[in-house]
């Protein structure tokens, strides 16, 4: 047997490069904020096209996440994270050059496939990889990765914007980056695709998806060198006891009552997460800012600006979530994320809607979800299953969340037309609410603990409660 030794460094490196997902799915996500208009001028498109060429794409990741449980339970975390690598690229690739608005919407659901594949498997490798006293700082990296993907989206395409009519190469790039500077826009996700499927190349598969596939040793290499040879020794027996005492069975164990809880959390968390409103201030953003009286060079400034408050405060989630534990961060963030949608609401209606105000509580709600239903969510879904069904589990609740994300960005367009900013800050913020009554009564505190002992404590509450 090989020596190995403990590195935490290792454990870091590895959950980084899991993360760049995260960063994948927000760049490709955001960018489109900053294209809409461009590619609605250049393809004429009404309304529901609009909404369309946003949706498309969230279509693609609904479909990603059906396939990507039953894949990664099947071939491994790491195969299907290479897989939505290799997705990424021939979107931005596909996007750049593509000749039509129907190439153009093609692309764009390839993209949705990989963002849909890394959503669900990039946080459960690193919940899986991580020890359980650091597994909320860890996973919490994947949704920094993703609010810096979503500010590094906003700074490129503010610069592309702001550069529209400089002289760049020959016809083919002077179309790329001047006549149709959507095209760069879109394009510029090449590099950090390129990136993430070669960084992958070097990571080794979950341990637990190691364990529970007959590869002990595998795994308890891995195990040693992400926390040392005590705690493998009890993870692999920990896994193990879970294995005999609860044999593999299929998705249709979570339906029993004894993970019917764990379900409704599954189900109700990422839903509520995404009907906040939360995207269609990242996909909608210029357009509510100009709503507001912001012109499109500005609004894209204030985009940049919310993008920059989003990456700050998942920091306060990132050193605080397994300290003070994930109930707390939720109850104060959809706290302060309603109260932000309602005042949003009554600005507009009031017609205030020049000066800083908007922008101001725009900020706010962005900051409460930084640090509470961003990076929490993915935590949550990530412990609340059992290991033999956990894949096909969270691709449920990710499917859940994907749902919703493309109801948002499919609809918000109209509500804005149709029902008016107001109207649709209020109806995000009712929308929110149930989360705090979720919190309250279903979601248990699982800072600290192991997966095996989250899930003994759903058999152990349902023994009590018969």
């Not at 960084?199 to 290499?221: C, D, I, N, T, Y």
Request: with cysteine; hydrophobic share 50%; proline share 3%.
């Amino acid at each position: 047997m090989t020596t190995t030794k403990q590195s935490s460094i290792y454990l870091y490196l590895v959950c980084l490069v899991a993360a760049l997902g995260g960063f994948l799915f927000g760049f490709d996500t955001a960018v489109i904020s900053g294209t809409v208009s461009l590619v609605k001028k250049d393809f004429n498109l009404d309304v529901v096209n609009e909404g369309w060429f946003v949706s498309c794409a969230l279509l693609g990741c609904i479909i990603g996440v059906c396939a990507s449980g039953k894949l990664s339970d099947k071939y491994g975390r790491k195969l299907i994270m290479i897989l939505s690598a290799v997705l990424f690229l021939a979107s931005a690739v596909g996007c750049t050059f593509s000749t039509s608005f129907s190439q153009l919407i093609a692309f764009r659901l390839i993209g949705g496939l990989g963002i849909g594949v890394a959503s669900m498997v990039s946080p459960l490798y690193i919940s899986e990889f991580s020890p359980s006293r650091y597994r909320g700082m860890m996973v919490s990296l994947y949704q920094l990765a993703l609010t810096v993907g979503i500010v590094i989206s906003y700074f490129s395409n503010a610069y592309l914007a702001a550069h529209t009519g400089d002289t760049f190469g020959g016809a083919g790039t002077q179309k790329i980056f001047s006549t149709e500077v959507w095209r760069a826009m879109l394009g510029l996700g090449i590099f950090p695709s390129g990136i993430f499927l070669l960084s992958l190349l070097l990571v080794p598969e979950s341990p637990r998806w190691l364990l529970l596939h007959g590869q002990e040793e595998k795994a308890k290499q891995i195990l040693i060198k992400v926390d040392g040879l005590e705690a493998a020794d009890r993870e692999v027996a920990a896994v193990k006891e879970a294995q005999s005492s609860d044999p593999k069975t299929g998705l249709k164990e979570l339906f029993t009552p004894v993970y019917r809880r764990a379900l409704w959390i599954g189900l109700l968390l990422p839903f509520l997460s995404q009907v906040c409103g939360i995207n269609a201030v990242i996909y909608y953003g210029p357009k509510i800012l100009e709503q507001a009286g912001f012109t499109l060079n500005n609004a894209l400034g204030g985009q940049v600006t919310i993008g920059l408050v989003n990456v700050v405060f998942t920091f306060v989630a990132i050193f605080t979530i397994d300290k003070w534990g994930r109930r707390p961060l939720l109850f104060v963030g959809i706290g302060g994320a309603v109260f932000a949608l309602v005042v949003i609401g009554i600005l507009f209606a009031a017609g205030v809607t020049t000066g800083p105000w908007i922008l101001i509580f725009i900020l706010l709600f962005i900051a409460c979800f930084a640090f509470s239903f961003g990076p929490v969510c993915w935590v949550v879904i990530g412990e609340i299953f059992p290991n033999a069904i956990r894949g096909k589990a969270m691709a449920l609740a990710t499917l859940s969340l994907w749902i919703a994300n493309f109801l948002v960005g499919q609809l918000t367009p109209l509500m804005l037309q149709d029902l008016g900013s107001s109207a649709t800050f209020w109806l995000f913020a009712i929308c929110c609410s149930p989360a705090l009554w979720i919190t309250w009564k279903l979601i248990p505190e699982t800072k600290g603990r192991s997966l095996e002992d989250i899930d003994n404590y759903w058999k152990e509450t349902y023994k009590a409660a018969n």
